[in-house]
């Protein structure tokens, strides 16, 4: 009974890696950037009061996430969907340089976080722009 236990434990976990869809994950990746993000851009829009405390804790998460954006995880190939560009696996060093400078721009905040309004919307400004800049080129609007 015990070894059976265990047989069918191990299917599901199979199971589970063998299912995983990397669609799904950048997604969840991808609305984690956004919620921390989106935690912390009103006081940059003046619609909130500016907290110190949540921008360090809000960049400090964004930088946990930002860590995971492995690609060869989220986009192999293969994985196209109607939301991705096929110019992600046709240029993949550029799309991995926009990566990389999304990371470096984030835990260069996230070490120093804002102190005052005008260093978040910097702050906010440069990350904002790290993440337009490649969907504008490889995320397609479905
Ligand atoms: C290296 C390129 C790249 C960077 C940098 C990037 N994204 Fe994306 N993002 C994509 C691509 C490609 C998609 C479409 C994925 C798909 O449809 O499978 C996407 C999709 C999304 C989505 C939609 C997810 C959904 O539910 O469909 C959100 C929200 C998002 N990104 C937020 C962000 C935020 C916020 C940042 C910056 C902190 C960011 N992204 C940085 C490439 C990027």
């Known amino acids: 009974m015990k070894k059976l236990i265990i047989a069918l434990s191990s299917v599901v976990l199979v199971g589970t890696v063998a299912f ?10 991808m609305k984690s950037f956004g919620k921390a993000l989106g935690s912390i851009a009103p006081m940059a829009q003046g619609k909130a009061d500016f907290d110190a405390a949540k921008v360090q804790s809000a960049l ?5 996430q930002v860590k995971k954006f492995d690609v060869a995880v989220l986009f192999p190939e293969g994985s ?8 992600i696996w046709e240029n993949m060093d550029d799309f ?3 990566v990389a400078k999304l990371q470096a721009d984030v835990g260069e905040a996230a070490a120093a976080p804002a102190m ?13 722009g790290d993440c337009g800049s490649c969907h504008e080129v490889y995320r397609l609007k479905d």
């Not at 196209?80 to 110019?87: D, I, Q, R």
């Not at 005052?116 to 904002?128: C, M, P, R, S, T």
């Open 60 to 64: 400090a998460e964004l930088n946990t």
């Open 116 to 128: 005052d309004i005008a260093a978040l919307q910097a702050q906010l400004g440069k990350i904002g």
């Open 96 to 98: 991995k340089a926009h």
């Open 80 to 87: 196209a969907t109607k939301g991705t560009s096929p110019k």
């Open 20 to 29: 995983a869809d990397p669609h799904e994950e950048r997604e969840d990746l």
